[in-house]
């Protein structure tokens, strides 16, 4: 344990790779026996991934393990994510990004092969934690098609683009030197190629025949022994898939032009059936109408009933605009499903791994574009099972997200309880059907809460604790608002073009739960948190008239004086707030001049029945000014104790009283530099206030869509530290002259900032005023120039008193600044803990005024003050450049650490960590990094993320105890850590995908097929495709890659002593077990055997003095 004295200058201090740092002292520190123990050490801390929840973005490809219950999903950016029961799920990558064309499972063997567009294919090792590849195969000279792993065999079969079939052996990823040549398996009398290989399957009943789908609608069934082709079958339309009847007899191909063609396996001359499941039926007998292709069949037989046909596409035509269908033909029965979006593949679970036996479908797993759907073929009406997989993430596009580690307990109870009324009706009443792995046995029991917003204005809360992932509750916010029911009844107030009601930020406080939200179009909504339903008469509204007058001084400067340079601090506007003012969107002014007073939304004026939940509180709207709209609000921040929420935006500040429901400040930025005398402000609508409107350039260009959805800072990542190609493709797509005109211009000339924005705030109690020795309740006011502000707030006491008193607000001038826009701010006491922010106990608005005094109740009172000339608080100051420690009520800096200097950082919080505190950070160039508290010592600097999508700025956040979480695509949540604790016993926390389970019995083939050889005929590949049969393949054609998973095979690959031990036990167990089934049946064949001799015995001496000619 170090100890460092707050006096002393702190020496040593190496920069990293991305930051320079310094850590200064300054006169008038406290005294020298005042003494703060820092704990955290560099040890403490290791960056690793942990878990990636949410839907697979860009599936491509899909596989299931029917006995070990596992779902296996490929992207077409070489992802692999892998599904057990709820819980249970997977991420892994290769490492050359290429599309997953194909999935096999070893069925119940822990492994997994994927074959990828760039003509690899890869064996991945599931029996560990985290799977890892064991042998990788690059073909050099062909592509890859198709691939085809029999059950229970270690022969592959890949066909290629050129037609031709090679074999390997799954074990040694080696090549067999057994090719089947496409000149040999087509007629020779043919003169086109047939195209590429796209089926390859054996006869369910024989293992030497292999039927071959070529392209071109030419399918040969191979004899693999003779070498030579025992049939082949032509059709007209190209062949998308092919199907095996169980019995091995018949097969079904999928065309292009929608029709299916039926075989007998013996009779090639003509399909013995052709139907077009969509097709209209021409009275005259003729041929049907083309459709459009049927991409997937999949033929499923039943003991008890007709066989189940599913498949894809082949609609009509003339549905044009028709969402995609998976269409299930079951007897003279046919159902159409349509599906939300487009498929992918489809599978279909049977309840029999083996393919010679009856299949007996119960369910069609149906991949979509941005969906996983689950069908019981057991239920009339075909209902789908509820999906317990957190893969609706994405429902909405997610424009905002914070992270909660360490929750209080009840928590989680009180939304799911609220949740679970939310949930849809109709689902299967079945389990969900994969159901294979085991959860982790980790010691981490800490509730983690995740909030998301989104762009249909929804909200959504999910349980994050222990690695898994689960929506509890769902929030509306959009409810509170009229909607427009077409274009034409839009109104032309709206600032944003696409959702208008998109989250933007978000300020939560868990102990009180009372929820603040701003959205896109300049509106943010109060809530609590009620378990009990209520209907809002009328929603109470509070409309804001925020508007920032610019002197000469501070208007935008269109001369190019400035040279170009790095961004300096707090230059952060967009490229088009440069532009000349312009005429606002159409409709914007009327007859009587310039609209004014007017929000961008209409809240609703009906009743509105509100669900236990959050309910709304209040609505404030920023308005119009002068035909100029409001801009987006940049900060914002509530606290439960004081009753009051304080939001902020380029205009300046306002602090609302959401109790009184009355406007307590509305101020300008440049006001609060120059504080005055205390003063009071009286509560007053703010329709009264009328200002005349300063010369603001017009910004309507830069809210359209969700641009805006960034703060000042983050534009500056889009202006100079993304690439011209980055900048175009997520920014709006600007008018040819802006765009040559932001290409000609200079940095500097993107980065002059016409107006300074409120970037953050922090409640606390604290010391408003320097040398003060009273603490008294404060806000901090954070800038984009780095600018730190005090506000001091005069609250009235509790009760009736709080209800009917005005709240007073001064501001107290400057603290500190900066280089660079403040992102966070803290305060620490005199031992260096953290100093949370007052708040109320939750409790039910809409209980009984007895059960509320009961439950509420403040926090324990603020801490002791300060004796004269002592400082007993510490601010901790974040900005975009630098970190600050500031002595209070001195107002002295004492530490001061230069973050970066080339880059600059996204996001920073202060976090607890290992019972200490520190500040976490997230710079543009990728790096993470963590400093000490207070004296600002880097702990941790690693390179881990190039920031390459506005997408991660927007969602990347830090939680308590070590944890963190970005949206790595559109569709998935990764969560990291940056604990040595947490990556120490990540093993343990994860989750098994494969566990030991006995593969089912092969179908007992019966009397009369054994005798008379009708059952299933098996192949002894060894010898057909071995070395010493086949000879060795060329070594030109593929290369061997031995994995990162090591060479000693799957089954001594298991991670963990426990593991081992565990699997020892139960084989164990199952050796036991066997020897007891092995001790029954040999008594029971003995007694069967004791039986035969008796008889033959008695039958001998009935016939023996018998003539033959007399039996």
């Not at 007629?187 to 089926?199: M, R, W, Y």
């Not at 940095?747 to 020795?773: G, L, N, Q, W, Y």
């Not at 060479?1047 to 167990?1069: N, Q, T, W």
């Not at 029954?1080 to 001799?1093: G, V, Y």
Request: charged share 20%.
């Amino acid at each position: 344990m170090k100890k460092f004295n707050i006096r002393k200058v702190l020496d040593g201090l190496t920069a990293a790779s991305s930051s320079s740092s310094s850590a200064t002292s300054h006169s008038g520190t406290p005294r020298e026996n005042d003494v703060i123990q820092e704990t955290l050490q560099s040890e403490h801390f290791q960056l690793c991934k942990t878990v990636r929840h949410g839907f697979p973005y860009q599936p491509s490809s899909m596989a299931f393990d029917p006995v070990q219950k596992i779902l296996a999903i490929g992207t077409q950016t070489g992802a692999l994510r892998l599904f057990g029961r709820a819980g249970v799920e997977c991420y892994c990558q290769h490492e050359s990004g290429s599309a997953v064309i194909q999935l096999q499972f070893l069925v119940n063997e822990g492994a997994l092969v994927s074959a990828l567009a760039d003509d690899s294919i890869h064996l991945w090792n599931l029996r560990q934690k985290i799977p890892a590849i064991l042998h990788s195969l690059k073909f050099n000279r062909e592509r890859i098609t198709y691939c085809h792993l029999p059950f229970q065999s270690k022969w592959l079969y890949i066909g290629t683009e050129r037609g031709n079939i090679h074999i390997v052996n799954v074990e040694s990823f080696t090549l067999s030197g057994y090719v089947i040549m496409w000149n040999k398996a087509i007629e020779l009398s043919t003169k086109t190629h047939p195209g590429p290989v796209v089926h390859i399957s054996d006869n369910p009943m024989d293992e030497g025949k292999l039927l071959i789908g070529f392209e071109c609608g030419v399918v040969v069934l191979w004899d693999l022994k003779c070498k030579k082709a025992d049939y082949r079958y032509t059709y007209d339309e190209a062949i998308h898939s092919v199907a095996w009847h169980h019995e091995g007899k018949q097969f079904v191909c999928s065309h292009s032009d929608g029709t299916l063609t039926t075989w007998n396996v013996r009779a090639p001359a003509k399909p013995a059936q052709i139907i077009t499941p969509h097709g209209k039926q021409p009275k005259d007998g003729k041929k049907p109408e083309p459709c459009k292709p049927i991409l997937k069949v999949e033929y499923k037989t039943t003991r008890a009933g007709d066989p189940f046909m599913v498949l894809s596409g082949g609609l009509s035509y003339d549905t044009v605009g028709r969402r995609a269908c998976l269409t299930v033909m079951h007897g003279k029965s046919t159902a159409v499903l349509e599906m939300d979006y487009p498929i992918v593949d489809f599978l279909t679970l049977c309840e029999t791994p083996y393919p010679n036996d009856f299949q007996e479908p119960y369910a069609v797993v149906v991949l979509l574009e941005k969906d996983l759907v689950v069908i019981d073929l057991g239920q009339i009406g075909y209902p789908i099972f509820e999906n317990p997989y957190p893969l609706t993430i994405h429902e909405s596009p997610v424009t905002c997200c914070e992270y909660f580690a360490d929750c209080p307990a009840e928590l989680i109870p009180a939304l799911y309880s609220v949740g679970s009324r939310q949930k849809r009706q109709g689902y299967s009443k079945k389990e969900w059907p994969i159901s294979g792995g085991n959860w982790g046995q980790g010691t981490q029991s800490y509730p983690e809460i995740i909030i998301t917003g989104h762009a249909d204005g929804s909200i959504k809360f999910w349980d994050a604790s222990a690695l898994m992932l689960q929506v509890l509750y769902k929030l509306k916010t959009a409810k509170v608002f009229e909607r427009a029911r077409s274009k034409e009844e839009k109104p032309s107030t709206e600032i944003v073009e696409e959702d208008p009601f998109a989250i933007q930020t978000l300020s939560w406080c868990p102990e009180s739960r009372m929820l603040c939200v701003a959205g896109v179009s300049a509106h943010i909504i109060v809530y609590r948190f009620s378990k009990q339903e209520i209907t809002t008469e009328t929603v109470q509204l509070l409309e804001v008239r925020m508007q920032c007058e610019f002197s000469d001084g501070d208007s935008p400067d269109p001369g190019g004086e400035q040279t170009p340079t790095l961004p300096t601090p707090g230059a952060s506007s967009s490229p088009q707030e440069s532009e000349p003012p312009t005429q606002p969107s159409t409709g914007s002014n009327s007859c009587d001049g310039p609209r004014d007073n007017i929000p961008c939304l209409k809240v609703r004026s009906s009743p509105l029945k509100q669900s236990p939940g959050y309910q709304v509180e209040l609505v404030i709207q920023l308005v119009w000014v002068s035909g100029e709209p409001p801009q987006p609000i940049t900060g914002l921040a509530i606290n439960s104790s004081y009753g009051l929420v304080v939001f902020g935006n380029s205009n300046g500040l306002a602090v609302v009283d959401y109790l009184q429901k009355t406007l307590l400040l509305n101020m300008g930025t440049s006001e609060l530099y120059s504080p005055s005398d205390p003063y009071q402000r009286q509560p007053r609508s703010p329709r009264k206030q009328r200002q005349p409107s300063g010369d603001i350039p017009t910004v309507t260009s830069c809210m359209s869509r969700l641009s805006n959805l960034y703060t000042e800072s983050v534009k500056k990542l889009r202006s100079s530290h993304l690439s011209k190609s980055c900048c175009v493709r997520i920014s709006p797509p600007p008018t040819d002259n802006s765009f040559i005109r932001s290409r000609s211009s200079s940095v500097t000339s993107i980065d002059r900032e016409s107006r300074e924005a409120i970037s953050s705030f922090h409640f606390c109690e604290s010391f408003p005023r320097k040398m003060d020795s009273l603490v008294s309740p404060c806000v901090l006011v954070g800038t984009t120039q780095g600018t730190v502000m005090m506000v001091a707030l005069s609250l009235p006491p509790g009760g009736d008193q709080r209800l009917q008193q005005p709240v007073g607000i001064s501001s107290c001038g400057t603290l500190v600044s900066l280089k660079g826009g403040i992102l966070t701010m803290a305060l620490l006491d005199a031992t260096g803990t953290l100093l949370p922010p007052a708040y109320e106990s939750w409790y039910d608005p809409n209980a009984s005024d007895e059960d509320k005094e009961k439950n509420r109740r403040r926090r324990p009172a603020s801490p002791p003050s300060s004796q004269e000339g002592q400082d007993s608080q510490f601010a901790v100051l974040c900005s975009e450049k630098q970190a600050k420690v500031v002595a209070m009520p001195s107002q002295t800096r004492i530490y001061k650490h230069n973050i970066t200097e080339s880059s600059f950082v996204l996001r920073a919080d202060v976090v607890q960590m290992a019972g200490a505190n520190c500040i976490a950070c997230f710079c543009a160039n990728g790096h993470i990094m963590t400093l000490s508290l207070p004296s600002l010592r880097p702990l941790l600097d690693v390179n881990y993320l190039p920031l390459t999508d506005m997408r991660i700025a927007r969602t990347f956040c830090f939680s308590n105890l070590g944890q963190a979480l970005y949206l790595t695509s559109p569709t998935e949540i990764q969560r990291i850590t940056y604990s040595q604790e947490t990556c120490d016993n990540l093993q343990e926390m994860l989750s098994e995908l494969f566990t030991p389970v006995e593969t089912p019995e092969a179908p007992n083939r019966g009397f009369f097929k054994g005798l008379f050889g009708g059952g299933a005929q098996s192949l002894d590949r060894e010898d057909l495709f071995g070395e010493t049969a086949s000879g060795k393949a060329s070594r030109s054609l593929a290369q061997h890659i031995p994995g990162p998973g090591g060479m000693e095979g799957m089954k001594g690959a298991a991670s963990g002593v426990v593991g081992d031990l565990a699997r020892a036990r139960i084989a164990l167990d199952e050796r036991g077990q066997k020897l007891g089934e092995l001790d029954e049946r040999t008594a029971a064949m003995m007694a069967s055997a004791d039986s035969f001799s008796k008889h033959a015995h008695d039958m001998m001496l009935k016939y023996k003095d018998k003539k033959w000619y007399q039996l």
